[in-house]
């Protein structure tokens, strides 16, 4: 079966540190790959996807970036966070065709202070 | 116009009550949609997809009304485990848009 594996669960940074949040997907190939923020009380916010290694798409252009550099394996940095960096990021992954559901990961607490 | 709008809600029902939500999309070539379950503090789960004849989970019922671009979740009996945010979720080509979320509260 298919699972999806986010670390850390709680991060508290410093603003002005980098940051880096990974998360990788077993059990399937290929698959569409997402990182959304969730700030307190809002709803999801697409970040970036994936539909391949090293093809990401960004919808939110801001101090955040992402990288795929292995099939099942997502990244998102950040060079130099800000106090509006704070939130809960979630990776989430797809299978291919537009009938699939996303899976989540349990998501990382960010606290930028 | 946001793509995906729900009932800001928040649903403050009794047990056993039946509680709706609705969602409207503005993009008319979506495909799929479906409705999540988030939990406080916790990552969105799957909830139900919702076909084009609706379909029913239970005590779930989820319909679609494509010519009028909404889509319904029914909660029959509610139980206290209930309580969470309901998610809207439409498809797109290569992502899915959410909707902001629903709070319901069952209360005892």
């Known amino acids: 079966s298919q699972t999806i594996h986010q670390w850390p669960a709680t991060l508290v940074q410093p603003v002005g540190s980098p940051l880096s949040l990974e998360c990788t997907v077993e059990g399937t190939s290929n698959p569409n790959l997402y990182w959304y923020r969730q700030a307190a009380g809002r709803g999801l916010q697409l970040l970036f996807y994936?539909?391949?290694?090293?093809?990401i798409s960004s919808e939110v252009p801001q101090n955040l970036s992402a990288s795929r550099p292995q099939d099942r394996q997502f990244i998102l940095s950040s060079k130099k966070l800000l106090l509006s960096d704070s939130g809960f990021y979630l990776c989430a992954w797809r299978g291919r065709g537009v009938y699939y559901g996303y899976t989540f990961g349990s998501g990382t607490r960010l606290t930028v202070v | 116009r946001k793509e995906v709008e729900q009932d800001p809600g928040p649903f403050n029902v009794p047990e056993g009550a039946t509680v709706a939500f609705n969602c409207t999309y503005s993009n008319s070539a979506s495909q799929s949609f479906f409705w999540y379950r988030q939990d406080c503090r916790k990552e969105p789960k799957l909830l139900m997809s919702?076909?084009?004849s609706g379909n029913e989970d239970g005590r779930f019922t989820a319909q679609l009304n494509r010519a009028s671009q909404y889509i319904s979740l029914l909660i029959r009996d509610s139980k206290l485990s209930d309580s969470a945010t309901y998610l809207c979720v439409v498809n797109r080509i290569d992502d899915m848009r959410f909707g902001a979320g629903t709070r319901l509260t069952v209360k005892p």
């Open positions: 994936s539909i391949g290694i090293d093809q």
């Open positions: 919702v076909y084009s």
